[in-house]
């Protein structure tokens, strides 16, 4: 182990990384030799299921038509057999004279004179048929030869040309004339025996089967190859663009050059980068609104303090006054975000009951009255107005809602403005609309207005003393009771904010 750990450590750096480097090409060439393999062995298998079957197919049509090239000779030398007993009248002549026999035979079936070598069965002294002890003609020398698996009986059956125990394994094949049995011709079991020039030819279909079987696998496995590059190519870019947005590059992008699975793949991860920009700069915003947001508070509070310490500033009730209520702004930007945070954990707790929202918003109006009163916004509420709209929801958190929804207004609207309130049942659902009057906001900001930190421009802006939180979190609220919140402009010249909460389908009380 020491001198293992000597060796490893001594291996230089660069040469581990050209090891690395190495390892790294094998797994992106990894995914090319797969595609090549099984595109090259699903061809293979293509290729060897399709010759085995045409070698089967050529193998059972050319045995079906050695048998019934077979039966064509039985049935030719049948009809020999009936001419020969019609001319002799009977089958005397061929039980006193073999040459006779074998003429027949040979000729019904090879249309010529037999050879020397056949003839001399004529001259054995062994009378049966087929001969036994003759070298290349004996019976079991080969069974595939037709004129020694064939014997002659009369009509009752007894052997003319025949071996009395050979004759229960052969096939009796009647011979007739005019509804007479003549005799019977038996055939002794055997394969067909095929020509030379039958099995040239199926030697010559075999041959051409394999040429053009490996002719198709070199020809798949070009493809094959090409297939697996043409895959792999755009794959490998997919990695590399990955490979940069796991290490925090967003900026990359890659080319939709087909409407195919890799294509949509490619939109995918270019919809996915594009995601990831967007989250970034949303959290870069959200730190830096986060620190500017604390920050201000802060720096005022610290001024406010010094000038204390060093007496520039008397300590006085409004300087109290003034403190507070930037320890009260730091208060409720801290609780906002704490609120979110947890929303975002799915760690913000509901306790749902049966509630009333309107009468939750009447209460809050009337502890928000003296407020709207002294910066002179009037308060109005819509007719009609729906009567005990009940919801399932969590009275605390609908609080919330309509403070949060109440101070926007309270806040944003310009003094001597006006706020109405609306309320109304519709598709299973209570609506509850706020609209002030001026300022207005314009159409593009209508749909960023839940998003955090996002104050719109001009008159409604932070010099109010928002930090963007109020809106984003009642967003939260709504859609945590499966509602559902929107902006747009109101008909007082301001904006209106519509909230919808599911109505409880039944309820009694």
Known sequence: MPGRRMLIAGVKPDAWRVFEHGLSRVAEMLIRLKLFVILLLT????????????RWSLEDG????VEKRQDERIENFVEALRDCYIRHEGWQLLREDRRHWLELLWYANHKQEPPPDFMMLAVQDDPGWPPKQLPGYGYGSNPGHFELRVMLLDAE???????SELVEKADLRPIELDDRTLGFLALLPGKPLAQPLELQYFDQQSRAFILVGLIMVLLSAGLASALAYWLGKPLNSIAGVVRQLAAGNYQPRLAVQSRDELG???????????????????????????????R??????????????????PLHPEAVDL?????????????????????????????????????????????????FAQKTIRLEQARPWPNRAWVLADPDRLTQLFRNLL??????????????????????????????????????????????????????????????????????????????ICAGPSDLGGLKISVGLPLVQSHHY
């Open 264 to 294: 949509r793949l490619a939109a995918d991860i270019n919809q996915l980068a594009q995601t990831l920009e967007q989250t970034e700069q949303s959290r870069r915003q959200w730190v830096a609104d986060i620190s500017h947001e604390l």
């Open 62 to 65: 050319f045995s079906r038509f």
């Open 296 to 313: 201000t508070p802060l720096s005022i509070l610290r001024a406010e303090l010094e000038a204390l310490q060093d007496g520039i500033r």
């Open 43 to 54: 061809t293979l298998a293509l290729v060897g299921g399709m010759y085995g079957f045409m």
């Open 407 to 484: 101070t926007n207004s309270l806040n944003y609207t310009d003094a001597g403005g006006c706020l109405k309130i609306g309320g109304r049942l519709e598709s299973g659902r209570l609506w509850i609309e706020f609209a002030d009057s001026a300022p207005a906001v314009s159409n593009q900001d209508f749909a960023r207005i839940f998003e955090r930190f996002y104050r719109v421009e001009g008159s409604r802006s932070r010099n109010h003393g928002g930090a963007g939180l109020g809106l984003a979190l009642c967003q939260t609220i709504v859609e945590a009771h499966g509602g559902s």
């Open 157 to 163: 059956r007894r052997p003319i040309l025949a071996r």
């Open 323 to 371: 403190l507070l209520n930037d320890v009260l702004r730091l208060n409720r930007l801290t609780d906002d975000l704490y609120q979110l945070a947890l929303s975002d954990q799915n760690a913000l707790t509901y306790r749902c009951s049966h509630v009333e929202p309107l009468g939750l918003l009447s209460t809050l109006l009337q502890t928000l009255k003296a407020d």
